[in-house]
């Protein structure tokens, strides 16, 4: 089993490595909806630490369709005027 000191040593190290890497597990995806980081930190010397990232977006065409709805509509309205 791994020492107090340890399990701290490996939370330290799983905190650096999401400082480390925070640009790339933001990801670069347009309609970012929410991301979520998790690390586990295990009692057992046979396991490792392990950093679980999950990043959601919506899909492009959706916002993108809704937006040119959207404006067309609003063209529209300033027509009938």
């Known amino acids: 089993m791994y020492t107090r000191k340890e399990l701290i040593e490996q939370i330290e190290q799983c905190?650096?490595?999401i400082i480390d890497n925070a640009e790339s597990i933001l990801g670069?995806?347009?309609?970012?909806s929410h991301l979520q980081v998790d690390f586990q930190i295990f009692r057992s010397t046979s396991q490792i630490p392990c950093?679980?990232?999950?990043r959601a977006f919506i899909p492009e065409q959706q916002i993108e369709d809704k937006a040119t709805?959207?404006?067309l509509k609003q063209?529209?309205?300033g027509n009938k005027k």
């Open 15 to 17: 905190g650096q490595s």
């Open 28 to 32: 670069d995806e347009r309609y970012f």
């Open 51 to 54: 950093i679980e990232i999950t």
């Open 69 to 71: 709805y959207l404006e």
């Open 75 to 77: 063209r529209k309205r």
